[in-house]
């Protein structure tokens, strides 16, 4: 950020008064521009005991396995927006039945939140940033090429949970691993 | 949004190419400005079976009674987020145990996820926002003073949990009210 988008003047950064972090402050109308993380909110679509992955057409990660999520936008709710990207990633309908996993994700301001969900009926496609889509039994799910941390953490747990025969909510942190 | 912040240009709203919503667009970079919902976190803090609470010096609803929760910063995780605040709006510290409840508040493009924390010792004050606070069983809490719907409906989920000695994470949207 370098212009004040209010009134297009330049910012700097530093402590507001009665603030104990850095912002982006307009030297000419004051505004203080503040940043915070953003939320990306999915779900596990599962059809008899099977999970729906998405094959990423786009980057970070082309090519690798992921579950269907994306920005959460305004004015929606979680549970919408993880219905929207089920529809708009994988060309299906979900219903949402319960959260199943939070992943804190610091290094980049990122909150993940994963559903678990049930297709409609067996019926998918291939959305725009998505190359193919498909079922996994857990026996099959192409654990070497799952594209984030956080689909792998929520796969885990969703299968754990399902061999136990009860669902929980699940939350952690992915950090960044830096070389020693 | 009035004007880029990455060059200071004007933008216009307009729906990008491959885009279903319409974004604040820099007329002169194209830098896509995309807007997204903020994540509001917090805590019960717990001691001994009753709850902090405090009293609003702020507005908005000034004078009514809160729990500890504010905006996640950046390059925090959500757990950091409510020890922080519990610091800053009570100056007690908690340990976190566990997520309670999440509330979309789609109207204003917020999502409130409270935790249940537990006081480390009986001790807390008066943070800069806040005009006193103080400990409640169920049978004092000043349920008709209660700032926000969302602390209305954590509090009354841990009371319920509390009962039945078992706690769960709680999910709901707290809507906006119109006259009909």
Redesign the interface.
Known sequence: ???????????VLKVPP?DH?PRYMCVSCGTI???????VVGCIPEWDGKVLLCRRAIDPRKGCWTLPAG??????????AAMRETAEEALAEVDIL??LA?V?V??I?Q?H?LFHGRLRREQFGVG?ETLETALFNQSVIPWEGIAFPSVRYALERFFEDQRRGQYG?H?T?WRKITAP
Chains 1, 2 share one sequence.
Not at 33 to 39: A, G, R, S, T
């Open positions: 950020m370098k212009y004040c988008s209010e009134c297009g003047h330049q910012v009665d972090l521009h503040y940043q915070n993380p953003k939320l920005f959460m936008e305004n004015n929606e709710t979680t549970e919408q319960a959260p939070l804190s610091p290094h301001s909150v939140l725009a909510f939350v942190t």
